[in-house]
């Protein structure tokens, strides 16, 4: 069992900055991919990042914007958001799925954390 807790989120200004963290609990880290998904409001839960053990995969709306990264030593993923834009607005999630081929898919993650809110304004 993994839990994963996110933290970061907030309200920023167009153009700005956010990253987000995700710690996760267990001993098995470093055997599974993570990535980070987002849900605007009325809109489906969305793909955003994803990483192995260092192979990384971005949405085509965040790919040179946002980067993902890992460290082993904290457990913990990042999603470092630069050029922050409103619909960047969304809750952010952690996933993480039992073996390392990172993925776009949610429904191939079996544990998710509880979300953050970005929130960007115009």
């Not at 055997?31 to 192995?52: C, D, H, L, N």
């Not at 949405?59 to 946002?66: E, L, M």
């Not at 999630?93 to 953050?116: K, V």
Request: charge should be positive; proline fraction near 2%; charged fraction near 20%.
């Amino acid at each position: 069992q993994v839990q994963l807790v996110e933290s970061g989120g907030g309200l920023v200004q167009a153009g700005g900055s956010l990253r987000l963290s995700c710690a996760a609990s267990g001993r098995t880290f470093s055997t599974y991919a993570m990535g980070w998904f987002r849900q605007a409001p009325g809109k489906e839960r969305e793909f955003v990042a994803s990483i192995g053990r260092i192979n990384t995969n971005y949405a085509d709306s965040v790919k040179g914007r946002f980067t993902i990264s890992r460290d082993g030593n904290k457990n913990t993923v990042y999603l470092q958001m630069n050029s922050l834009k409103p619909e960047d607005t969304a809750i952010y999630y952690c996933a993480a799925r039992d073996n390392l081929a990172i993925s776009i898919r949610r429904n191939e993650y079996s544990y998710w954390g509880q979300g953050t809110q970005v929130t960007v304004s115009s």
